[in-house]
């Protein structure tokens, strides 16, 4: 079970720290990643992290040098942490987790991840 928490609304240029807590049954090689969906458009990747690791990491192109996703193996909680927010970062945010590693073949789709999140809404003023 996912609870992802931290949205809220936000003036561009401003910061929000997303985070994801997972509970239950988890595994020795997981994954987890964030993605976002905004108003009319498909749901989109935003990031994710190989737990075990913690180093192996992925982005969009679109939130590259902005975002940040890390975890805290004693909390079992990944984050999200989002500088320099922009319009177009509108969105409602969705943490998942994928049974089994990320890496370079796995841990950007959306068929990769088996359980999700409900949603936290971040909105960005201009």
């Known amino acids: 079970q996912l609870q992802a928490s931290g949205g809220g609304l936000v003036q561009a240029g401003g910061s929000l720290r997303l985070s994801c807590v997972a509970s239950g049954r988890t595994f020795t090689r997981f994954g987890m990643g964030w993605f976002r969906q905004a108003p009319g458009k498909e749901r989109e990747f935003v990031a994710s992290i190989d737990w075990l690791s913690g180093t192996t990491k992925y982005y969009a192109d679109s939130v590259k040098g902005r975002f940040t996703i890390s975890r805290d193996n004693a909390k079992n909680t990944a984050y999200l942490q989002m500088n320099n927010l922009k319009p177009e970062d509108t969105a409602v945010y969705y943490c998942?987790?994928?049974?089994?590693?990320?890496?370079?073949?796995?841990?950007?789709?959306?068929?990769?991840?088996?359980?999700w999140g409900q949603g936290t809404l971040v909105t960005v003023s201009s």
């Open positions: 998942a987790v994928r049974q089994g590693s990320v890496g370079a073949n796995f841990g950007r789709r959306q068929t990769d991840f088996s359980s």
